[in-house]
């Protein structure tokens, strides 16, 4: 085991987080499950590697309820297989997390 530390520039993490999802209109999320999913296939060798990701229940469902007001917190929990097959480039893997 071990520890690696990386520490980003303001640039570089105004960056990720404002404009580089707009080259394939995903979300941050989705770059991020990328990233992560393509570090562990090298790591590892794995090509799916399951990840649990979790909702907070305050996505706008219905457009015409206002969920501004409500109490409470509302965590959902949900497996996600990512495939992250070797031979891909990085845009052909974030075009497939997304989908």
């Known amino acids: 085991s071990g520890v690696m530390s990386i520490e980003w520039t303001v640039q570089e993490t105004e960056q990720l987080l404002k404009h580089a999802n707009q080259a394939y209109n995903t979300e941050i999320n989705d770059l991020l499950l ?30 015409e309820v206002d969920i501004t007001r409500t109490v409470g917190w509302f965590t959902s929990q949900y497996p996600v297989v990512l495939q992250i097959p070797e031979a891909l480039d990085i845009s052909e893997q974030i075009k497939a997390v997304k989908e």
């Not at 562990?40 to 219905?62: A, D, K, S, W, Y």
């Open 34 to 63: 990328t990233a992560l999913g393509m570090g562990v296939q090298r790591l590892t060798g794995r090509q799916e590697i399951v990840v649990n990701l979790e909702g907070h229940g305050r996505e706008m469902i219905i457009p």
